[in-house]
Every structure is written in C-alpha cells, then in structure tokens.
C-alpha cells in the first residue's frame, strides 16, 4: 500500500488515478496528523509519497517533521519527497533526513513511477547470499559488496561506487549492469574528467549540424548510446559545476534536448556513477552540488584500497596470472609462496590495476625456463615502482610514503605527469589531487 500525503485534493486524487492504474494499493491523507495514524496503525503501507508543505508557509519545515516522524514509527518504510523544482533545497534536506528519493512539482508520470518501484523492490529485496557465479571480481572481501551489487542490480536505482583509483569500480559498474534487466542493453562509459565545460552538453545529449562552429555533423550523444542500458559515469568528482547543473537536471527530468534541436527528449538508462574523490567533502567545500550528491547516492558501494585487502592478493595474483598466460600464449606459470609473502608487503598505491601489471611484468621479464615466479622476479621490478617499497622497513606514515613515491615517480619521468599517472596506476586527475595535497 501507498500511503499519498498532499494536502491539495487535485493532487491526490490524480495520484491515486495514476497509482491505482498501475495496480498500487492507495491510500490518501490531507495533512501530518491524519498521515500518522495512517502509519501507525496500518502494517500494510510500504512507501510514504508525501508533499512538503501543508499551509501557507513554503519553508518544508511541516513535511521535514513528518518524514522524521514517519521514521520514527517505520524506519523500513521508504519515503519519496515531493516539491517544486525552485525548493529543491528542502528536497535536500529532507534526504539527510532520511528520505529515500525526492521528485518535483509538476512530476512526470514515468519518472514517478520508476521512482516508486524503485524504492519498493530495493526495501523489499531479500539480501543475495551468493554472487552470479561468472563475475571477474576476485577477492573474498568482497562478498559483501558484491551481495549488495545482486541485490540493487534489478532496480533502477542510480548507484554510486567509491574508492581509490585502481579499486575496480568499473567492473563493478559491469556486474550492476549484467545482473539488472537491462544486461541486453549497451553499456556506456564515460569518463567525465575528460570532457570540458564547454563540450559537455555536445558529448552527453548530442548535437544538430551547425548547432556550433565546429558542428560539422550530427552527433548522438552518450544518453542516446545508452538507451536501454546503463550509462557508467567516471571521476563524476571531476565534473565542473555548471556542467553538474545540467546533469542533475537529466537524471531529475530524465529528459533533454540535443544542441541545436528544440524537440525534448526523454533518457531511458540506468545511471551508475564512480569517484575517487570524497564528495562529501566537495560538497562542504561547495565544489559539488549537494542536490546532485543525493540524486546519484541513493546506493553508495565503497571499495576498500587493496592494502585493506591483503587477503585476496593470492588470489588476485593468481587470477592475473593465469590471463597473462593465456593472453600471451605461455604455458601455466606458478607463483611461489615466498613471493606471494613479499607482495604482501608492499602498499599498492595503484591498487589491483598496479599488481596486475607487476604481475604481468613478472611473467614477461622472467627467465622463459621457469615455470614459477619467485620473490627475486617481484623485487627486482618493484625497483623501479616508487609505491613498491616494502611495508616496515622503515618507520613512516602512509601518506609520508605515497609522497615520497610520487616525487620519486615525477623525477624519474622529468615531470611528465601523464607517464607518472600510468606508472603508478593512477588517473591524471587523482594524481593532480595527490600533488596538490601533499605540496609537490
């Protein structure tokens, strides 16, 4: 059952038209008091869609005490916001209040009910107590992120995958995309670091000939390629302010226009986001647009950096092992348990992309005679890689050595930052990041 909050009777009236169409059970309430009776005293209802103001003050504090009263009685019970474009400020607020979603005034009937099927089915969803078993993600560690990824991969809902670079957010980007009903669909990648201000709109919706100067042809954009699949968003942590209006107006309306086109056209993708940066953070520093902060964390999965992960070193290894080998045409090749130890040791500020590609040196550099990869083969190249000092062997602080290893790295490479973000196994814009952080 839905329970509609609205004190105009317009409203709920043609919520439950449009509700009970889709076979939702509806049940209206003109205020707060009536809502919570409603909520306590009815087990059945399972979402709370419910307006913000309910007098003539427009300030959202009446809808701010319900949803926190309503969280009170039935925290389980997801609630949806409902407010005008201009107060999306009270949206906000009322997610750090607990809200699941927010949708605004006057609302498109699509959109709304994706949202509330959305919110039902990710409240309802049994945990997964096992991963599809053709997933590339290696590492026990994982299991439970990956039991999260099975469980919210059949929803829309937008997801926002966390960590350092070289964590694997992109292949889990990929397992949410092949277990979502949408796996027949394209798969988009966008890395949004690479994308200027001003060529933004032209990537992401597309552009008419002649729109601009240099609109020599038509071009679909990124949200055209992906319909009917999942659009990943990278380094979303890069992507400049008023370029985060535009987005957040797409992923609100799910609807754009093409540079040059007037006609308005509606997004049919599943959106999934990865930073490296803290966005919490960016937002305090107002460098990030908390509106749109909330709109893409409805689902957050952190990755934790592979020195918190030690664990799944033998298997990564071994994994990355057996590809390389095949890949390149090369019998089996093992690795000693030595030289597993010795892995153990070294911080990876590049991550799993960085032990894949120590490993894949091993392999290729060894003597072709042997059959196994020892500790020498791992500490002859990790050498030549700034972040491959050994954990204690002297004392210093984590960010003490990924300073000395990024100074270190830029010396070697004269200052060439792009071949020192490929060898640390970083993107330029985290290791711009890291530069500036530590005053190099």
């Known amino acids: ?23 939702y059970e509806v049940t209206l309430a003109e205020g707060p008091k009536e809502a919570m009776q ?30 926190k009263q309503v969280k009170v009685f039935r925290p389980e019970v997801p609630c949806i916001l409902m407010t005008a474009w201009g107060s999306i400020d009270l949206a906000v607020q009322g997610m750090r209040a607990g809200a699941f979603d927010f949708i605004t005034k006057p609302w498109d009937n699509g959109v709304l009910l994706d949202r509330i099927e959305t919110a039902i089915k990710i409240n309802n969803a049994s945990p997964a107590t096992q991963p599809i078993q053709s997933s590339p993600i290696v590492g026990t560690s994982l ?53 200027s201000t001003s060529l933004f709109e ?10 601009f100067t240099d609109a020599k042809a038509d071009r679909i954009g990124r949200f055209e390629l992906a319909k009917g699949g999942t659009i990943f968003l990278d380094e979303i942590g890069e992507l400049s302010l008023a370029s985060q209006v535009k987005l957040l107006r797409v992923l609100q309306d799910q609807t754009y226009e093409v540079l040059g086109d007037s006609q308005t056209r509606r997004t049919d993708v599943r959106v999934v ?6 966005l919490r953070v960016m937002v305090e520093e107002k460098t990030f647009r908390e509106d749109l902060f909330y709109r893409i964390n409805i689902i957050n999965l952190h990755l934790p950096p592979l020195r918190d992960r030690r664990e799944d070193i033998p298997l990564l290894v ?32 590049g991550n799993i992309r960085e032990l894949k590609n120590l490993v894949e040196r091993a392999l290729l550099m060894k003597d072709p005679a042997a059959s196994q990869l020892t500790a020498a ?12 000092k050994p954990i204690g062997t002297e004392p210093a602080t984590l960010d003490s050595m990924e300073r000395n290893a990024i100074a270190a790295c830029i010396a070697k490479h004269n200052g060439n930052l792009s071949l020192v973000a490929k060898e640390l196994g970083i993107s330029r814009g985290a290791l711009y990041r890291k530069i500036e952080k530590h005053g190099l």
């Not at 997801?159 to 992109?170: A, D, M, N, P």
């Not at 032209?202 to 729109?211: L, N, Q, T």
């Not at 190249?381 to 491959?388: E, V």
């Open 1 to 23: 059952m839905i329970l509609v909050v609205d004190d105009d009777k317009n409203i709920r009236l043609s919520l439950k038209l449009i509700l009970e169409r889709n076979e």
């Open 38 to 67: 409603i909520v306590r005293n009815t087990p059945a209802v399972e979402l709370v869609l419910m307006d913000m103001n309910y007098t003539r003050a427009t300030d959202g504090e009446e809808g701010l005490t319900l949803l």
């Open 143 to 195: 299991s439970g992120i990956l039991a999260t990824v099975a469980r919210v991969a059949p929803t829309n809902a937008p997801v926002l995958i966390t960590g350092e670079s070289g964590t694997g957010k992109e292949l889990i980007a990929e397992a949410i995309h092949r277990q979502s009903q949408r796996a027949n669909g394209p798969f988009v990648k966008v890395n949004l670091g690479g994308i």
């Open 202 to 211: 032209s990537e992401m919706f597309g552009h008419k000939k002649g729109s």
């Open 273 to 278: 986001c990865a930073t490296n940066a803290d």
């Open 318 to 349: 071994n994994h990355f092992l057996r590809m390389a080998c095949e890949a390149n045409g090369l019998p089996p090749v093992t690795v000693s348990t030595e030289a597993i130890g010795y892995l153990q040791t070294l911080p990876f500020l």
């Open 377 to 388: 083969d791992f500490a002859l190249l990790s050498k030549d890689i700034p972040s491959g």
